[in-house]
């Protein structure tokens, strides 16, 4: 089974001392990847996630983003039937998150691999094709992105307009459901830009301005686990995880 998996841990566990290629020649015997087939998929997977440049590089003169494509790599280097990826962009900046993903994306397309990840990143589990949310260890939601938020509810219209009572009144007369907050009317709506012009119609008063709101991962996170951060019987602070399949095999 181990030769079947590859894994990308949270924490780094290269060796800053080897070059990116003698982690991977290490990694090849621990998998007992066949002698004839080293150099060619050492090559393969560091053009995968654009490393081939550095090869020859100590790893400490690695960023951290450079390092974790480098054991992106590392974990499919034997070719496995499933990638398990342990929070791979944590701590890294926006950028090199976006660089992360290209490669992540790439193994998908070029590969077909299954990968399984965790993230508290909820825009990164849109990637998925598969998310379940996880709170007290517990799956609690399971579904594709777009069924998730489906099941958390409507679009949502928000309305400034230059008579919010006189607005919410004629709405509510036409059959919408409003809600008045401090200085916006919102409106529920199955599909929040095709009711955008009946809205306006139907509030009969000048509208100022209009702000359409689709379901996001992060309010189906919210939704299914609450706001409130918890901890755990050893004081530790705990909080849900998103844990996203992204391709199929």
Same mark, same amino acid.
């Given at each position: ?23 991977? =020649? ?37 960023? *951290? ?9 590392? *974990?499919?280097? &034997? ?50 094709? =598969?998310?379940?949310?996880?709170? &007290? ?70 509208? =100022? ?41």
């Amino acid at each position: 089974m181990r030769r079947r998996i590859g894994l990308v841990f949270q924490e780094p566990t290269l060796d800053d001392r080897l070059t990116a290629e003698q982690n991977l =020649r290490f990694h090849a015997v621990l998998y007992h990847v066949p002698h004839a087939q080293v150099e060619e998929r050492i090559d393969r997977v560091l053009r995968l996630v654009a490393l081939e440049d550095r090869r020859h590089d100590l790893v400490s003169t690695f960023s *951290g983003g450079m390092a974790r494509r480098l054991e992106i790599a590392r *974990g499919m280097l &034997h070719t496995p039937v499933v990638l398990f990826l342990d929070e791979p962009t944590v701590g890294l900046d926006p950028q090199t998150r976006i660089l992360v993903w290209e490669d992540v994306l790439r193994l998908r397309r070029e590969e077909q691999m299954t990968i399984f990840l965790t993230t508290h990143y909820m825009d990164e589990a849109e990637y998925a094709d =598969r998310v379940a949310i996880i709170d &007290h260890g517990q799956i609690v939601a399971t579904g594709s992105p777009d069924e998730l938020k489906r099941r958390v509810g409507a679009d949502t219209v928000e309305l400034v307009t230059a008579d919010n009572v006189a607005a919410a009144a004629r709405l509510q007369a036409a059959g919408f459901s409003v809600h008045r907050g401090e200085e916006q009317l919102v409106i529920s709506a199955a599909d929040g830009e095709a009711a955008v012009p009946r809205l306006i119609e139907a509030a009969g008063v000048r509208v =100022r301005s209009v702000d359409v709101h689709h379901p996001t991962l992060d309010d189906v996170f919210l939704h299914y686990t609450g706001r409130q951060i918890r901890e755990d019987s050893a004081g530790r602070v705990q909080s849900a995880m998103a844990r996203a399949r992204t391709a199929r095999r």
